[in-house]
């Protein structure tokens, strides 16, 4: 009897939750889940001889820690607590069922050392290190085929001590490509949250190869020209919720990846099902959002709402190239504030470099069904500059209610690109002017993102559901 009650209860709930409007069969839905999971077994860094002075090393501290703490795994899971305090470590790295708990007044700091970030093998998407031929510095937190990891505190800060990075990187002194703060590659179910992230070498959180990531509440800073220090980076990765998070550094507050070139191409594992919602931040180089450039495995299903983003270079910006391959289709945004930034949308079809002579030129990429609406903007100087390649025109970019305030005689310049446009002002460029007829080739008429229900929150936060 005990178990038909939950089986009906089961139904029951699955029968509320089909009351919701789902996107396609495989949409996310994003669902708030727990930071703060009990775990029956808990230790302080401390206990391993840990010294939080800002000048002891703590590597093996914390590399003992972690490795105690695999013996707990299959015991419900285990939290390792960093107390108050400024801790100096190189690299370490996480195992599955494990909480990292960072003390709001507690520091962890990557080593201004080079040898205590190892060097390892390039991404196989990559082909190579992003910056140098050969492999790249692991980061400061690592993980790969993980299940159940939890990066959180009480607004702790994980420093990178990156202007040494930077320094190397202006100098051309960099033996091997920097390193991130967070990566975790080919993992499930990882949260990241309540922290402070600054100083990042290069990009700050890089999930790779990942599903069911959520990463909410963050703070992630950087000097405005601190080179390449993108904040979240999803990168062939899917079922992605980014939320509630503020972001000011020196490139991308959010880039969605997949891979470069022939070598992403081959990898073919796809970015997709992608959720950013109330981001606000500002970025002296880059954009607010952004796609690529490294996007050859394909990039698709991603909705942006709620974005706030002032003093900045590009709001809304795709990159590609001949030679990338790949696709970017069906994105969404909406509901996108902006003041003070130099081009609104801007779309580029001939932008970055390639990994090496063997990519194939005539790869060339797919961006298609790309709607923006509800954008409002101040002090803008342009509108929009959108620019296709010849031969492969971008293709159904659909702009609605786009009200900016703009500076420049000439607000929207558009080459190669074809698409609709309805309430825009400044009126759109003439490939944009026409107004479609049927509604349906411009994304999401009929894809709505799924919405939140509370149903669902006894399940697993991260759920696909197919609609029936």
């Not at 607010?288 to 394909?298: C, H, Q, T």
């Not at 026409?434 to 999401?444: M, R």
Request: proline residues 6%; hydrophobic residues 35%.
């Amino acid at each position: 009897m005990k178990g038909s009650a939950v089986l009906l209860e089961v139904l029951l709930l699955l029968a509320s939750i089909s009351n919701f409007p789902w996107a396609a069969a495989d949409n996310l839905s994003c669902m708030p889940t727990r930071s703060k999971v009990y775990r029956p077994h808990r230790v302080t860094v401390t206990e391993f001889g840990a010294v939080g002075d800002g000048v002891t090393l703590n590597t093996k501290a914390f590399q003992n820690a972690i490795f105690y703490l695999q013996s707990f795994a299959d015991k419900g899971g285990a939290q390792l607590f960093v107390p108050a305090g400024r801790w100096l470590t190189g690299s370490f790295n996480l195992i599955s069922h494990l909480t990292l708990c960072l003390d709001k007044d507690a520091v962890i700091i990557g080593s201004t050392d080079s040898s205590s970030w190892p060097v390892i093998d390039p991404l196989p998407s990559y082909g190579r290190g992003r910056e140098l031929p050969g492999g790249r510095h692991k980061s400061l937190i690592h993980g790969s085929n993980l299940s159940d990891v939890i990066i959180t505190g009480d607004n702790g800060t994980i420093d990178g001590q990156g202007s040494v990075w930077w320094d190397w990187f202006h100098n051309m002194t960099l033996n091997f490509t920097r390193p991130h703060l967070v990566e975790l590659m080919y993992s499930t179910k990882v949260v990241i949250s309540n922290l402070t992230f600054i100083n990042s070498p290069f990009w700050a959180i890089h999930p790779v190869y990942c599903s069911d990531v959520l990463v909410e509440k963050v703070t992630i800073l950087a000097p405005p020209d601190s080179p390449n220090t993108d904040g979240i980076d999803p990168d062939s990765s899917n079922n992605v919720c980014i939320e509630e998070c503020y972001i000011s550094t020196g490139d991308d507050l959010i880039a969605v990846k997949s891979g470069w070139d022939e070598y992403g191409i081959a990898f073919a594992h796809p970015s997709s099902n992608i959720s950013i919602r109330r981001i606000t931040g500002e970025t002296k180089l880059g954009a607010g959002i952004a796609f690529g450039s490294e996007m050859s495995g394909g990039v698709s299903e991603v909705w942006a709402e709620d974005i706030h983003l002032f003093n900045s270079k590009h709001g809304i910006r795709i990159k590609t190239s001949p030679g990338r391959g790949g696709y970017i289709q069906n994105i969404y945004i909406s509901d996108v504030i902006m003041k003070n930034v130099d081009i609104a949308i801007r779309i580029q079809g001939q932008y970055g470099e390639h990994p090496d002579e063997k990519y194939d030129p005539n790869a060339l990429p797919v961006i298609n069904r790309i709607t923006i609406k509800n954008v409002t903007g101040g002090n803008i100087r342009l509108a929009g500059l959108l620019e296709g390649i010849h031969g492969d025109n971008f293709s159904n970019i659909c702009l609605s209610n786009v009200i900016l305030n703009v500076t420049s005689p000439n607000p929207w310049n558009c080459s190669y690109v074809e698409g609709y446009s309805n309430m825009v002002s400044p009126e759109s460029c003439e490939p944009l002017k026409e107004i479609p007829e049927d509604s349906s080739i411009c994304y999401p008429a009929k894809h709505l993102k799924p919405q939140r229900s509370n149903a669902i929150q006894l399940f697993s936060p991260f759920i696909k559901f197919i609609a029936w």
